[in-house]
């Protein structure tokens, strides 16, 4: 495989740009030039069947095939249609001025190729190319030549246009057959060659010429009487059949003797001898069926009438061969069904999913978005609390030496009622501890029962108040608050 030109694949590139696949004619043109050399690439103007003008890339050059030991190169012109690889290519032959189109089965008389590759392309676009129908054309070449020598067809015409011009001027009897004696068969027709003898003129006596036996055969017999004459033979000399007259003899120039003196007119007059006429060739020559034209001449120097005449008949179809096309189709045309209806089955739940998917991704989205503001709201605070620790490192280094303030002093409430809940349950705090030591003196005798009494009493009701108190501004800041707690 040669290595095509980088100039050559760029303009072909370039000239590729209205194909509707200019990716594929271009694998399969550059393909095409590698493995075959002597074709080159060009533009040109194409006109359709139907008289529509393009601007189409072809291929002009030869292709080479083995017939019967020598390789010829025979020329082609291979047009890549815009719709390609969905059309075919269009491919003729293309002879030069020496040469000239022999018509046969794949070649028209155009020259235009036809095959069953290019016919069943458009079922098979996809896998059919360029390189592939060439080959199959170097074997179609090799069984059977596209062209032949004009030289050589001129030869064979000749001796058929002597013959036709001497079946057009020379009229006469079929042919005799020739006689044993081989001197008496070339006298015979050396004498047949002679045109025949002139009619005598008006006043003479018509005299036979002398004939020779050995020749020209015994003598023929006299001619009878023109009234004994039957009707078919008075038609064939084109007498008149109403008159029972004789007619005198006509010659074949045309002219009619006249009186012989001595003799009444109308009486029998000795005929002139019948002059064998030549043979004559046949204008249509019979064809032999048996055998082959390409047997016994080249068939590069074929003439165009003679394949004409023996042109092979059409290939009778293959019954096998269609019945496996016939269940191969079915086979496919089944697998094609089934696999639509799997298709369209599958494309329900294949939409839910999407949706489903769809769905997901757009939550996903909004919570990478929520996910990324809480991570610039962590960051900020952590810029923050890593700011007040170093000013609480520092307040903490430049208070070494000072007095420890007051405990009350150090604990600042965040709200109002944050400080009165403080208080509350400080009081509360207070008032349980009296009760207890009011006990205790009770107990050691240093109160009277009276007085315990009164002073627990006022105690208990500060007591409950204050917790109360406390309890509701708990709820109000939303602490948890203990229930069924009771005063003791």
Request: aromatic content about 6%; charged content about 20%.
């Amino acid at each position: 495989m040669a290595q095509v030109p980088e100039q050559t694949l760029t303009w072909l590139y370039s000239r590729l740009h209205d194909y509707h696949d200019p990716q594929r004619a271009y694998t399969d043109i550059a393909r095409t030039l590698s493995v075959h050399t002597s074709l080159l690439p060009r533009t040109d103007a194409y006109t359709y069947e139907s008289g529509a003008p393009a601007l189409l890339l072809n291929l002009d050059g030869t292709i080479p095939a083995n017939f019967r030991g020598t390789t010829y190169r025979f020329p082609i012109k291979l047009w890549v249609p815009q719709a390609y690889p969905q059309e075919p290519p269009m491919v003729y032959v293309h002879p030069s001025k020496e040469m000239l189109i022999r018509p046969g089965q794949h070649v028209g008389i155009d020259g235009r190729i036809y095959h069953p590759y290019l016919r069943d392309w458009a079922s098979a676009w996809d896998r059919a190319n360029i390189v592939s129908f060439l080959e199959i054309l170097q074997q179609v070449f090799a069984k059977e030549t596209p062209v032949i020598s004009r030289a050589q067809q001129q030869q064979l015409q000749r001796p058929i246009g002597q013959n036709s011009h001497l079946t057009n001027t020379v009229e006469g009897p079929p042919r005799l057959p020739p006689k044993p004696n081989a001197k008496a068969a070339s006298g015979a027709v050396a004498s047949t060659a002679t045109p025949p003898p002139r009619p005598p003129k008006p006043g003479e006596e018509y005299t036979e010429p002398s004939r020779d036996p050995e020749i020209h055969g015994p003598p023929l017999p006299p001619r009878p009487p023109q009234a004994r004459q039957s009707p078919s033979a008075q038609s064939q000399y084109g007498h008149n059949q109403q008159s029972p007259q004789p007619v005198p003899y006509r010659s074949a120039s045309g002219y009619t003797p006249g009186p012989v003196p001595g003799r009444p007119y109308g009486a029998p007059v000795a005929s002139p001898p019948m002059q064998i006429q030549p043979p004559v060739a046949s204008a249509h020559p019979q064809v032999d069926l048996l055998s082959s034209p390409l047997d016994s001449v080249d068939p590069l120097n074929v003439s165009l009438s003679q394949h004409i005449a023996v042109e092979a008949p059409p290939i009778p179809p293959n019954p096998e061969k269609e019945h496996l096309q016939h269940a191969l189709r079915q086979t496919l045309n089944q697998q094609i069904q089934g696999k639509v209806s799997n298709n369209l089955n599958a494309i329900g739940p294949l939409s839910a999913q999407n949706v489903a998917l769809r769905n997901a991704a757009a939550n996903l989205a909004a919570e990478i978005r929520q996910l990324e503001q809480f991570a610039a709201t962590l960051s900020t605070n952590e810029d923050i609390l890593r700011r007040s620790m170093q000013d609480a490192i520092a307040n903490g280094n430049s208070s070494g030496d000072s007095v420890p303030p007051a405990i009350d002093d150090l604990l600042i409430n965040p709200t109002l009622v944050a400080g009165q809940l403080w208080r509350l349950c400080a009081e509360e705090a207070a008032a349980r501890e009296a009760m207890y030591v009011l006990q205790r003196g009770l107990g050691r005798g240093r109160v009277s029962g009276p007085e315990f009494i009164r002073l627990m009493r006022g105690l208990a009701r500060e007591c409950f108040f204050k917790m109360a108190l406390a309890r509701k501004c708990a709820r109000g800041m939303g602490l948890d608050v203990a229930e069924g707690r009771t005063m003791h």
